[in-house]
């Protein structure tokens, strides 16, 4: 992958560029960035000018890593066990996933991941095994005598064991041997981590580049095209998901709506916990990344919701297509006395669920309060 197939980031681009002619390369390097903005595909693409550079065949070397089969270009990213991989599993396991996975999805989420692999049901992680590989691996030689590339990706997904296993190799690497470690949430990371690396904070896309990706890789109508980059939120990934018109978003609105009128009718009504207890059931029985991701898109649909209420029309971008059912409708119980509340809520049951905590317990609590916080007044100002 090489620079020019990276969707906007010209002042990154250049920056990385210049640290390689310069050869002022920090060893250690942190890219942290939203879903989708890039910090995947732009450090494997770092990666590649890095080791291609200065190469003695250089189209040699472009044509190993365009393929992610240079050997001096290593990875790390979450795993489980699957049908395949048993027991311990490493990230090497899954190395021709991670190919396939490149190739198709280079902004892709953990959670498209996680579905390529066959575990959208577990949670991956970075774990010691990783770690004690990691280390094997860079104590070698440079197969072809330049540097060495280490890219781990979702590098909060490490455990602590896996993060103490790599500081002293973080701090006093090997000749020629650089870590790229590319974040989410750099508030997960072990402040020993962090600290040791030089981080580089990645903006979310600009419509433009969003709308002009679309436009050439996937040959949409620039009207089209825009329309998407704009309900897309800078984040890339989420516009092809958009443009593919997932699955996932049709059954996340019947799960949001039969949760949303259960709730309403619920006060007053002990019949109705029945239902809401049936849903979170429901719910309950899908993979831990589906229940994360669902939580994400009701927070989304929220704000959509008092965006549009609120009266801030040209950026809701939400359409609903399940029928008797209006966002218009449903804006006015979203408001200044209750957001907070609900995304807090949302929250914090996502960080349970990230836990390994009872989804069903989680889902239900939740469900209690949105009943009371879904039937707040606002204080209307005189």
Known sequence: MTFDQIIGQAHIKKHLQQSVVNHRIPHAQLFVGKEGSGTLPMAIAYAQYLLC?????QDSCNLKCNKLQHPDLHFAFPVTTNDSVKKHPV????????????????YGSLFNWLQQIGIENKQGQIGVDEAVDIVKKLNLKAYEG??????????????IAASNKLLKLLEEPPEKTVFLLISEDEEQLLKTITSRCQALNFPSLSETDIANALVKNHQVLENKAIQIAHQSEGNYNKAVHLLNNNA???IFEKWFIIWIRAAFKAKGNAAVIQDLIDWSETIAKSGRETQKQFLQYCLQFFRQALLLNYGATDLVFLETKTANFKLEKFAPFVHSANILSIEKELNDAQYHIERNGNAKIILLDVSIKLTRLLHTKEEKII
């Open 53 to 57: 550079y200065s190469a003695t065949n």
């Open 91 to 106: 990230s090497n396991l899954f190395l021709a996933d991670w190919r396939t996975f490149i190739e198709k999805q280079p």
């Open 146 to 159: 330049g540097f060495k590339v280490m890219i781990i990706w979702m590098a909060e997904k490490m455990n």
């Open 248 to 250: 996932n978003d049709v």
